[in-house]
């Protein structure tokens, strides 16, 4: 037997995210996989799922949803209200929603990525491995539209049942440690400083492409364009305008702006809870 939910309100932006697409650059694929990584693993353990079970990550406006049998489901990472049929429940807790009951992942407090996790994981095709959407290159299941079925898997057994979870607080100020290059000689000296010696602020125009920033602008040393290169997650591009652009999961794998530098993958899960106007530095590291 499938179990299956149907998307009642698909919110902003609710997309199915698992590990991602890793290992397919060199065919133009990014890696893609949910932004918060470690959200959806302590979402799966909980819930006895693999760590990289295929969750929803949604955003900003979270999302509600109707099972057709009893489920089991988690919802983490960003703190938001949580109902079922109307009545409070909890977050970051393992929630029983009978068949039939709406599970509402309301409006995010603070952050920007909630993450709901059911028993036995989000079944949708895996696509190069995955079953992950990715935004740039289209692979994977469209974002989630209001009618849309989505079946489950089988369940596990929860490893340590658990009251309460240690999920970590969206950051009200991001530090993005940086290693210099490899175009740090496309900027002039006071650029180099400047990145490391400014506070910026997360962009409204950020997405799971880039972290976009405001601030200063990095003064590029005069000369001629860059031929397209490859490009890394935690790359930091910096565009013409001169704001750097830290990509995430979503990004291009050949780009011909420069990077200054490389943010280091550890620090991009509270990049991807960063909300517009939260400040940043960049530290060298």
Do not use: K
């Not at 079922?84 to 393992?94: F, H, K, L, S, T």
């Not at 029983?96 to 603070?110: E, I, N, S």
């Not at 009251?163 to 440690?177: G, I, R, Y």
Request: aromatic share 4%; proline share 13%; net charge neutral.
């Amino acid at each position: 037997m499938t179990v299956r939910l149907t998307v009642v309100r698909p919110g902003a932006l609710t997309t199915v995210q698992d590990l991602g697409r890793r290992g397919h650059a060199h065919l133009g694929v990014p890696r893609s996989g949910a932004l918060d990584a470690p959200a959806m693993a302590l979402a799966n353990r909980l819930l006895g799922n693999a760590p990289g079970a295929a969750v929803l990550e949604a955003t900003l406006t979270g999302c509600a949803l109707r099972p057709d049998h009893t489920v089991t489901v988690v919802v983490g990472g960003a703190p938001c209200p949580v109902t079922v049929d109307g009545r409070p429940a909890a977050w970051g807790a393992p929630v029983r929603v009978p068949a039939g009951a709406v599970l509402d992942a309301g409006g995010v407090t603070a952050g920007v990525r909630a993450y709901v996790a059911v028993a036995g994981g989000i079944a949708v095709e895996p696509v190069l491995g995955s079953r992950s959407t990715d935004l740039l290159s289209g692979l994977g299941p469209a974002p989630l539209r209001a009618g849309d079925v989505l079946p489950l898997g089988v369940p596990g057994s929860p490893e340590v049942p658990a009251d309460l979870a240690p999920w970590p607080a969206p950051p009200p100020e991001l530090t993005l440690p940086v290693r210099l290059g490899p175009r740090t000689d496309w900027f002039t000296p006071a650029a180099l400083r400047t990145l490391t010696s400014a506070t910026y602020r997360v962009s409204q125009h950020s997405n799971r492409i880039g972290l976009r920033t405001e601030g200063p602008p990095l003064e590029r040393v005069p000369g001629g364009e860059l031929p397209s290169e490859g490009m890394v997650l935690g790359a930091v591009q910096v565009p013409p305008d001169g704001r750097p652009v830290v990509f995430l999961h979503d990004h291009p794998t050949t780009g011909g702006y420069p990077v200054i530098g490389v943010v280091a993958e550890t620090a991009l899960a509270a990049a991807a809870q960063a909300a517009a106007g939260t400040p940043v530095r960049f530290t060298p590291g």
